[in-house]
């Protein structure tokens, strides 16, 4: 089945730029979504379809996508978005379609 | 505004059984597949089980298929998960989510709160 590799951790200062990465075989040719879990909490989608961000999302958030990665980026960091972040794919050619990657926790330093 | 709500989680010993419900409210929920997933305490999230809108398809993960079964009744907007046969490694808090589509891909959006489900003895 198709696998999704995330880094385990990212660390940034608020203000500054946090990338998070998605790794996947032509993941480019996918559509990737990503989806944010506070502590304690259930996971909340933050871009859906490699870009678009759902109503209620910041600007800050953004995604793109191409050859083997996709990118989960977020801007002006604040506080509140230190959360494990997971992306998703649907691999409509595997009998196990809804496939998660490993998740980062994102720290705000 | 868009709900789900789960319930029917609890503690069960190994090799028993258990059944969760997902009540929807807030839109047309006959109109969405809907599915279940998972997450073990420390781990990420694992996808269970999906179904069509009308039940007409069905898919599990391996994981699971041969002891789960899902179900929906779009008459009392309500997604069901019948687990039997469950052992140790079922343990893990159930989340509902609705799924989302477009021509090429599919997500999940909303997700339920989830309920925790525990498997020991």
């Known amino acids: 089945s198709y696998v999704l590799t995330q880094p385990p951790s990212v660390s940034v200062a608020p203000g500054q730029t946090a990338r998070i990465t998605c790794g996947g075989n032509?993941?480019?040719?996918?559509?990737v979504h990503w989806y944010q879990q506070k502590p304690g909490q259930a996971p909340v989608l933050v871009v859906y379809?490699?870009?678009d961000r759902p109503s209620g999302i910041p600007e800050r958030f953004s995604g793109s996508n191409s050859g083997n990665t996709a990118t989960l980026t977020i801007s002006r960091v604040e506080a509140g978005d230190e959360a494990d972040y997971y992306c998703?794919?649907?691999?409509?050619?595997?009998?196990?379609?809804?496939?998660f990657g490993t998740g980062t926790k994102v720290t705000v330093l | 505004e868009v709900q789900l709500v789960e319930s029917g989680g609890g503690l069960v010993k190994p090799g028993g059984s258990l059944r969760l419900s997902c009540a929807a409210s807030?839109?047309?929920?006959?109109?969405?597949?809907m599915n279940w997933v998972r997450q073990a305490p420390g781990k990420g999230l694992e996808w269970v089980s999906s179904?069509?809108?009308?039940?007409?398809?069905?898919y599990y993960a391996d994981s699971v298929k041969g002891r789960f079964t899902i179900s929906r009744d779009n008459a009392k907007n309500s997604l069901y998960l019948q687990m039997n046969s469950l052992r140790a490694e079922d343990t893990a808090v159930y989340y509902c989510?609705?799924?989302?589509?477009?021509?090429?891909?599919?997500?999940?959006?909303?997700w339920g709160q989830g309920t925790l489900v525990t498997v020991s003895s």
């Open positions: 379809d490699d870009s």
């Open positions: 807030g839109f047309t929920f006959s109109s969405y597949s």
């Open positions: 032509n993941i480019g040719s996918k559509s």
């Open positions: 179904i069509s809108s009308s039940s007409s398809y069905i």
């Open positions: 998703q794919v649907w691999d409509s050619s595997s009998d196990h379609p809804y496939v």
């Open positions: 989510a609705r799924t989302m589509t477009t021509v090429t891909t599919l997500w999940f959006d909303p």
